[in-house]
């Protein structure tokens, strides 16, 4: 039995929708006893404010929480979440006649299970639930108090019962009466909707529209009750003060957020796409720039052969020397010429020194045949320089 006055945040319910939830309780600045208790287990939300004095309020409210959080229904279910206030209520009564607590001691309850878009409430006592919906605050629930009869008699304004000396007078509690039933409510709520329950120690020091400009101020449901209790003691903490904020996220926020997981999966996928592209491209490149080769003029005229492409590509430049050959460009027949003089592409540095073979080659063979043609010349001049000799000695007259 546990008395709840932890700080919570989120839990995943067991339906497996997502609530964001917080909650508070103090024992405010008057009082020498926390007699509220309350349970935060999504979807169960449940406050109790116990009464009977030297402790018994609490033990009675204790048993209230501890009781329907065993037996509150796991789903928006008003009947069966009624049935747990109502064996709650015989837990109580039993357990002061068997000594536990006090006799006559007493508590109120106000159980909500809010499961994804469906809002159920079972009610008894001047705790509350209000709900938050496009940010006007509206309460759901209807006392069980001398004052709430008062004032829909059109005897009293709301105002005045703030402070009506039978403000904390209360016409049904648990813990009296074995046949007391609940009130039930069931109410569709909507994404974004905020749900407040309260021990009337935040409303008696707060009105109501302090309490709404809280819930729609501050987004955090944890800061928000705690928000909210720091303000009931602030305003005198006149009574114990408890307060569960929860917020309603129903499909139609599961779906937006598997949407969004959607989303962001594709543009994952697409940015993984891109990279995979420009990654490509990159290799790609890069392989061509190591493999593509071109034949070019050195300064001092001699063909050179070079790794890359010549110029500069997006202002880079990807060239190499990778050989300075002694064949002199202007040697090479004329169109070899032009186009080495105007820097000649091949696919690779191996083609490039294939050519380069190739016009070594032609080049021996250049100077092979010229010296060829220069011996013969010079052997048909030899030749006719002994003819000529010979001729001389003929024409030489005898003696
Ligand atoms: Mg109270």
Known sequence: MAKHSSYRSTERTRKGAVTKFGSRTDVGSVREQNEDSLVVRPPLFVVADGMGGHAAGEVASEIAVSTIEELAPDFADAEALGHAVEEANRDIINAALSGEGREGMGTTVTAAVLER?????????????????????????????????????????????????????????????????????????????????????????????????????????????????????????????????????????????????????????????????????????????????????????????YRGVPGDVLGFTYSELVEETDIPVKKLSPSAAERISENMRVSSVDEALELVDSYRAELEAQQAKEKAEADAKAARSAAAAEEDEAYEEDEEPAE
């Open 117 to 305: 878009n469906h809002l159920v409430i079972a009610q008894v006592g001047d705790s509350r639930a209000y709900l938050l919906h496009n940010g006007e605050l509206t309460q759901l629930t209807r006392d069980h108090s001398l004052m709430a009869n008062m004032i829909e008699a059109g005897q009293i304004t709301p105002e005045e019962a703030r402070f009506h000396p039978s403000r904390s007078v209360i016409t049904r509690a648990l813990g009296n009466d074995p046949d007391t039933v609940p009130d039930l409510y069931e109410i569709n709520v909507e994404d974004g909707d905020r749900l407040l329950l309260c021990s009337d120690g935040l409303y008696s020091m707060l009105e109501d529209d302090e309490i709404a400009a809280v819930m729609r101020r501050v987004s955090d449901p944890q800061k928000c009750a705690t928000t909210l209790v720091n303000g009931a003691i602030a305003a005198g903490g006149h009574d114990n003060v408890t307060v569960i904020v929860a917020d309603a996220e129903g499909t139609a926020h599961q779906k937006r957020k598997r949407m969004a997981i959607r989303t962001k999966i594709t543009i994952g996928f697409v940015l993984l796409l891109l990279a995979g592209i420009i990654a490509a491209a990159i290799w790609g490149g890069s392989t061509y720039l190591h493999n593509t080769a071109y034949l070019a003029e050195t300064e001092s005229g001699m063909v050179a052969v």
